[in-house]
């Protein structure tokens, strides 16, 4: 792949937030139904062009049947409302901008469908320079008889490029690294004590390469702002509370190699510290592609 001719620039960035979208809940609790992305973001497309997300960056939507019974699914292409609008995003002027193939199918349970997720961007030069985004809401269809549906939402925000697509320009790229869980919460955490990532399931960080090839691997831990994550005004900069430490930071890993990361957070003891709740940014990057790819977790203490 020449780095020179991904989206028409050098290293057009890639990034996505692997599972459920960060700041809603986890999809273990979404009833009946997982998917595999949370927010994509995704720069310099080109206007009068539709791009497939599984072409573009080796990115199906797999969403999975977690319940036991068999359910029909649909994904539906949503227009965020004002609150759901994250990056400086502006939402797509309408919905038919994206669309999903399949948009409905049936699901056995424990059975997973990988969808192909695709965007439509209009031959209009007014759109040079913006950026967009768009929610699939993965949902299933409620019975007669049920009581309730469920439903969760994908994020997509891309910018479009301030020119025109050259000639003989095609836009490839490659997501081929999972970072699980999207979420890591460490509850009742006390001040002064040394806390491990991995001490159970539940706080165990993941890395896992779902390519061919060999990738080199860069770890970095970031503030609520700098990674522009959208955190609630009642959650605390974690980063800038504790000490928190990832090892190793830098690997490679083999195709198919899973690597757990282990991380410790302390709290100092120090006032005003007590009774919040704290949040940082783990982002793992692959460094040896040319399109730059960034997936993100979180991890959320919170101090009694």
Request: neutral net charge.
């Amino acid at each position: 792949m020449n780095a020179s001719r991904i989206f028409g620039k050098p290293a057009a960035g890639l990034a996505l937030l692997a599972g459920l979208w960060l700041g809603w809940a986890p999809a273990a609790a979404a009833g009946g139904l997982s998917c595999s992305i949370g927010e994509v973001v995704i720069d310099n497309l080109k206007i009068g062009h539709t791009y497939s997300l599984q072409t573009l960056a080796n990115l199906p939507l797999a969403v999975t049947n977690t319940g036991d019974q068999s359910v029909k699914v649909m994904v539906d292409a949503l227009v965020p409302g004002e609150g759901d609008l994250r990056r400086g995003a502006e939402p797509v002027p309408a919905a038919a901008w994206a669309f999903a193939t399949p948009a409905s199918f049936q699901l056995a349970p424990q059975q997973t469908e990988r969808v192909e997720l695709n965007l439509v961007i209009p031959d209009d030069e007014s759109l040079l320079g913006r950026k967009f985004e768009v929610i699939f809401w993965s949902h299933t269809e409620a019975l007669p008889g049920d009581m309730m549906a469920y439903g969760i939402k994908s994020r997509i925000i891309f910018s479009v490029d301030r020119e025109r697509e050259l000639p003989g320009v095609v836009p490839v790229g490659d997501l081929s690294v999972n970072l699980r869980p999207a979420r890591i919460t460490l509850d009742n955490i006390t001040v002064g004590r040394e806390y491990r990532l991995g001490e159970t399931e539940r706080t165990a960080l993941t890395v896992e390469n779902t390519s061919s090839k060999p990738l080199a691997m860069e770890l970095r831990l970031m503030s609520p702002e700098s990674a522009s994550a959208g955190s609630d005004e009642n959650v605390g900069d974690l980063l800038g509370s504790a000490e928190v430490n990832l090892s190793p930071a830098k690997f490679t890993l083999a195709p198919g190699e899973k690597k757990q990361i282990s991380g410790t957070v302390r709290f100092p003891k120090r006032k005003g510290i007590r009774g919040k709740t704290y949040m940082c940014v783990v982002s793992a990057a692959v460094v040896d592609l040319p399109v730059a790819t960034q997936i993100y977790s979180r991890i959320y203490a919170s101090v009694k």
